[in-house]
């Protein structure tokens, strides 16, 4: 029941931006936090961004300045502003939220950004 739908990714040139959308639905009440991670070609999934409740936000070392996660709170969305893209931004991006309860961990499809001019 409960799923997470990314859709926003695609190919950006070197230095422009993209903004990705997540949404989560199903028989929720409460979230605990939701966020971005990234695959990219021969390396593990990492972290990107993820925002609690109380809106705290931590950022993966390799976006922190150019990239802005956000959500909309009615509409269980999330965001994420990618400005200032470079070509070690191309992965998959996954949507991530974590609820109460089993399993507690969900998870997207991917949606892939490629960064290429």
């Known amino acids: 029941q409960v799923q997470l739908v990314e859709s926003g990714g695609g190919l950006v040139q070197p230095g422009g931006s993209l903004t990705l959308s997540c949404v989560l639905s199903?028989?929720?009440?409460?979230?605990?936090?939701m966020g971005w991670q990234r695959q990219a070609p021969g390396k593990r999934r990492e972290l990107v961004a993820q925002?609690?409740?109380?809106?705290?936000?931590v950022y993966g070392d390799s976006v922190k300045g150019r990239f802005t996660i956000s959500r909309n709170n009615a509409k269980n969305t999330i965001y994420l502003q990618m400005n200032s893209l470079k070509f070690e931004d191309t992965a998959v991006y996954y949507c991530?939220?974590?609820?109460?309860?089993?399993?507690?961990?969900?998870w997207g499809q991917g949606t892939q950004v490629t960064v290429d001019s």
């Open positions: 925002i609690n409740r109380g809106d705290i936000t």
């Open positions: 199903g028989n929720i009440d409460s979230i605990y936090i």
């Open positions: 991530n939220a974590r609820l109460p309860g089993p399993p507690g961990n969900y």
